[in-house]
Structure formats: structure tokens, C-alpha cells
């Protein structure tokens, strides 16, 4: 590739959801030079609201997203690239990254804002309901599910803490493992005690209408009626090129970082669902301004030792 045609950066962020977004808007304003790497795909496209999010709250990620782009716009040095980010390399100072798109970066730091990836989701019928009437967080989705009847599909720890947690939306629920419920005789004392109904038999199929729930029918014949699930998602991380640059990660596949954002490889850092477990837009956002902080107080620094 003809180097003259590299387009150079302060910053390159690959991942265009709250978390780079509001780097790069963090950054716009420091007068950084900025590419925003993002192929479109976010996890939440197939959610209709976005919660929780003051100032933001009941808007849609689409649009959402473009209201976004549309105020970063205001700050010129942010470029902003609808490709794929498939190969990074280098190191602090001058990373570089090609896409899908036979386009070449150069960056003097690279965030990772690349979130996670839902697994295959295993239950006949859950991906029709996925995002209108099953969800994975109750902080986001609970008060729209409020006083229903409700279907919790986790097992062992997870059904405790569902379990208590989704008892300040509503008290008709009831929990279905998908098999063995991976509990103690002592948590199924609790949950009894609570009327709180288990069911260990595999899930046959999620019956719907036009995306809203009504059963969840179990392999033993069982039909548990039901207006919503909430449900523990199987996740992969959002991207193999932090593992290819040699960033850690920790089993859940999130990136670790320190207060500021920052990885154990210098010059990179990461926010949003890529370096943690809590999923929610305002805290990815908010990762993500502590990124730019962190890159910009590296960035200024170099600058200050240079001179």
C-alpha cells in the first residue's frame, strides 16, 4: 500500500458506539486529531430505546447515534470511517490500522471502544423477541416490563442475584434454568419461601406474537405464561485485534484497563463493553470520556517532554 496514501491521526478509535463516540467528542474539543473506525453494527441495534441515559432517555440507538455524529461534527479534526478495522499493528506513537476497506491509519494512540458480541442464541424463538420483549438488564428494561408477569432464563448464581434484583419491578416472576439450576438446597429454600417459582426442565421453544412473549414451553410439557424474559446473554468480545496487539483481557474476554482507560500495552486503551461487564449506555459514555482524558493527558505530556 503507497504510504502517501496513509491517513494520519493523533487518535484512531475502532468501535463508534456511547463509549467511542463520546471519546471522540472529548477529543474533538482538545483539538485532536481524530478517526472514528465503525462498521454500523452496534449490540443494541435490535433494541428499540435506549434508558437510563439522562437528557437521553426512551431515544432510539439509531438515533441516538446519529445525533451524536451530528454534534461531534462540530469539531473538524474528527473524521469519522463506515469500514471494518481488520489489521493493527505497531506500537505507542505509531499504530496502524487497515480495513476491510483497503484503507490505511496511522495513529500516535488507538482506542479500543469494540464492546461485545452477542453468542448464538440456543433457544428456539428467543431471537424473535430479543430486544421488543426479552432483554439482559433490568436497569434498562424494567421499568417497561413493570408489575408483569415475567420469565428469568438463568442458572446457579445468576438466578439469586436475577432473583433479588428483579424483585423491584415486579413479584410475578418465575425462573427457568434451561436444565440443571446450578443451585444450593439453601437458595431453593429462599426462592420457595419468596413464591418464587423454579423450573429446572430444558426450554423447548419461546412462543410469540409479533414479538411479544407468551410462553415459554418446557421440554417436560410445562407452559410458564409470561409477557417478558429477561435472560443471561452469552458474550464474545466485540474484537480479536486488542488480543493481536497483546492487550489483556480477563476471562469474560473484557479489556483490562486502569482508572483512565489505559491497557498494559502503552498508547492503547479501552472503554465501554470492551473493558467491562456493566452494560449500559451512560456508563459506557462516561468510560469513554475518561479514555479521551487519559490519551489526551499522554498526548500532552510527550508533547510537554519534547520541548
Not at 7 to 24: E, H, M, T, Y
Not at 32 to 39: A, K, L, P, T
Not at 63 to 69: L, T, Y
Not at 121 to 128: C, H, R, V, Y
Amino acid at each position: 500500500m503507497d504510504k502517501d496514501n496513509v491517513k494520519r491521526f493523533d487518535v484512531a478509535i475502532i468501535g463508534g458506539g456511547p463509549a467511542g463516540l463520546n471519546a471522540a467528542l472529548v477529543l474533538g474539543r482538545a483539538r485532536r486529531s481524530v478517526v472514528v473506525i465503525d462498521e454500523g453494527k452496534p449490540r443494541n441495534r435490535v433494541t428499540r430505546e435506549t434508558h437510563g441515559f439522562v437528557t437521553r432517555d426512551g431515544i432510539s440507538p439509531g438515533e441516538f447515534r446519529a445525533v451524536a455524529i451530528e454534534q461531534i461534527r462540530a469539531y473538524p479534526a474528527v473524521t469519522f470511517a463506515p469500514d471494518t478495522a481488520t489489521e493493527v499493528s505497531g506500537a505507542d506513537g505509531a499504530f496502524r490500522i487497515v480495513t476491510a476497506g483497503g484503507e490505511a491509519y496511522e495513529a500516535k494512540k488507538l482506542l479500543f471502544a469494540v464492546g461485545k458480541k452477542d453468542g448464538p442464541l440456543n433457544i428456539d424463538g428467543l431471537a424473535e423477541v430479543y430486544g421488543r420483549s426479552a432483554f439482559v438488564c433490568p436497569y434498562c428494561d424494567g421499568w417497561e416490563l413493570r408489575d408483569q408477569p415475567l420469565v428469568v432464563i438463568v442458572s446457579g448464581e445468576g438466578a439469586m442475584h436475577m432473583a433479588k434484583t428483579l424483585a423491584g419491578w415486579t413479584s410475578r416472576y418465575a425462573i427457568c434454568t434451561n436444565g440443571p439450576d446450578g443451585l444450593t438446597d439453601e437458595q431453593r429454600e429462599e426462592l420457595a419461601k419468596r413464591h418464587i417459582p423454579l423450573f429446572d426442565a430444558p426450554i423447548e421453544r419461546i412462543e410469540s406474537k409479533e414479538g411479544i412473549v407468551e410462553h415459554v414451553v418446557l421440554q417436560d410439557g410445562q407452559r410458564v405464561a409470561c409477557s417478558g424474559i429477561f435472560f443471561a446473554p452469552t458474550l464474545q468480545a466485540g474484537s480479536d485485534l486488542p488480543r493481536s496487539l497483546g492487550c489483556e483481557l480477563t476471562e469474560a474476554g473484557s479489556l483490562v484497563i486502569n482508572e483512565f482507560g489505559g491497557t498494559n500495552v502503552p498508547g492503547v486503551f479501552g472503554a465501554g463493553d470492551a473493558a467491562s461487564i456493566k452494560y449500559q449506555a451512560v456508563m459506557a459514555a462516561a468510560m469513554g470520556s475518561l479514555a479521551a482524558v487519559g490519551i489526551n493527558m499522554e498526548l500532552l505530556q510527550e508533547a510537554w517532554d519534547k520541548a
